[in-house]
């Protein structure tokens, strides 16, 4: 057994104790108490480790449920064109990657989370989800693994059109192109299912992850109503067989959704991607109607910073809601701290209510909620016994965090992820004096560097690495 010892001590528990001078006690893999730190050193005196001291505040691993694989050695790439920024990373996630590009992203988004205090996490497989090339998914999984972050893999059909083209390289360092139909896409997802969902003692996940719940309208933002007319046959058999799929494997399901989206496809509640194995992302324009389906279905929602989402209509309504970084690209970090905070300035901007989201709030949408949206709340999300030993220990003696006091509004409000001193993941150490355990730092990032800048080159991206945008006050391209 060992103890963490925090001078604060943020549960997260049912009842949202903070224990001054607190501890957890570990058997294992999992906590067997939480308490006041003297009482648990009196009646566990045989237990001679002990983790952090009266500098550190001890709270729940934090849980991002949306971010994307690939992303991290995409940082910034076309990030000054929104205009084309997706539709040039789809196309080239799904014509010039390799598994060692997965493989470098994964151990390089892996060590980002870690050291930012995040112990859980979902990775959609690129932009729109890539799940032909299962051989992929293993390299992210094993990139993952390394660095001992629990994963939650978030992959599955990619959208309309069908068949969907594809490359991959062959042997001979060429590539090899092929078209893709949505049951090729749900096959290659069972498989990638059957082979790592619920592996490293359940650390390693698979939700089945359509690129959005309706494959007939655009994808990337708000339909409007005339778009938003009519289900289509092909949106029913989208959904049909998703949530067939997720049913006959015992997987949850993840997916994006915007205004419109939810309305059309409760035309027909039997084929609708939604329901409490459901999170759905993003979720901007949607109107009350399409919050009221939301609650009554028990769909979950997760939420990037953006002001684009009334987020306390949602909550009103009782929709569970967890804040995500949908990092890492092109411009959103993984720091969950501070899209926390981000997700609140939009909010308040969007009102003009100051109160809005005070920071408990906050903190239990990264944490207890977020658990709650893929079906964990059970094992982690809170410091409680019989919980996975997830934890983060954050250094408070520090210039931005003295005076020591209000520590949830300290957290939410002025620590960043730069603060995270010690990670835990299932009881063991990943993360000491910020620096991984686990893996070499230097060689990840060189690793990433050259596999980045061999891509770059791949892909022909190269022209998007533009100028800063010197003495222009508005972006201009010629």
């Known amino acids: 057994m060992r103890i963490v010892r925090g001078g604060t001590v943020v549960t997260m528990d049912a009842e949202r104790r903070v224990i001054e001078d607190g501890a957890v006690l570990l058997e294992g893999t999992t906590i067997r108490e939480v308490g006041d730190y003297s009482e648990l050193r009196s009646r566990y005196p045989e237990v001679q480790e002990v983790i952090g001291n009266e500098r550190t505040a001890v709270l729940p691993g934090l849980i991002d449920v949306h971010g994307h694989a690939g992303h991290s050695l995409m940082k910034t790439v076309a990030s000054d064109r929104p205009d084309v920024w997706m539709d040039l990373l789809t196309t080239f996630y799904f014509t010039r990657t390799d598994e060692q590009f997965w493989y470098a992203d994964a151990r390089l988004s892996a060590l980002d989370r870690l050291r930012q205090g995040v112990t859980t996490s979902m990775s959609v497989m690129g932009s729109r989800p890539r799940v032909d090339e299962p051989g992929f998914i293993r390299a992210h999984a094993a990139g993952y693994a390394e660095v001992g972050v629990a994963d939650i893999i978030g992959t599955g059909p990619s959208g309309a059109p069908y068949p969907h083209p594809v490359e991959s390289r062959d042997a001979g360092a060429g590539w090899r192109k092929k078209m893709v139909s949505l049951q090729d896409m749900l096959e290659a997802a069972e498989q990638v299912i059957s082979e790592l969902h619920g592996t490293r003692g359940g650390l390693t996940q698979v939700f089945l992850t359509p690129f959005t719940i309706l494959p007939s309208l655009f994808g990337s933002g708000p339909s409007t109503p005339y778009a938003a007319q009519r289900l289509t046959e092909s949106d029913r058999r989208h959904g049909a067989a998703v949530l067939e799929l ?5 997987t949850r399901i993840h997916s994006d959704a915007f205004g419109g989206h939810i309305r059309l496809a409760m035309q027909d509640p039997e084929t609708a991607i939604l329901g409490p194995q459901v999170h759905l992302q993003h979720c901007v324009g949607i109107d009350e109607e399409e919050i009221v389906h939301l609650a009554s279905t028990g769909t979950h929602v997760s939420h990037a910073p953006g002001g ?18 949908d990092g890492a690209a092109p411009l959103r970090p993984f720091d969950l701290l501070l899209a926390a905070r981000t997700a609140r300035e939009a909010q308040v901007v969007r009102t003009g209510d100051r109160y809005l989201l005070p920071p408990g709030k906050l903190l239990e949408m990264i944490t207890i909620d977020a658990a709650r949206a893929v079906g964990m709340q059970d094992e982690i999300g809170s410091l409680e016994p019989g919980k996975r030993a997830d934890l983060v220990l954050i250094d408070t003696a520090q210039p931005h965090l003295t005076p020591w006091w209000m520590p949830v509004h300290r957290l939410m409000y002025q620590a960043t992820g730069a603060d995270v001193h010690t990670v835990l993941v299932a ?5 000491d004096d910020g620096c991984a355990v686990r893996v070499d730092e230097q060689e990840v990032i060189d690793l990433a560097q050259e ?14 690495l533009a100028d800063p945008g010197w003495k222009q006050v508005r972006r201009v391209f010629c």
Do not use: K, P
């Open 246 to 250: 997720a049913a006959r494997t015992g």
């Open 308 to 325: 684009g989402l009334n987020v306390a209509a949602l909550l009103a309504q009782g929709v569970n809601v967890a804040l995500t970084t």
């Open 451 to 464: 596999q980045a800048s061999r891509a770059l080159v791949d892909g022909g991206l190269e022209q998007h």
């Open 427 to 431: 009881g063991e150490v990943l993360l």
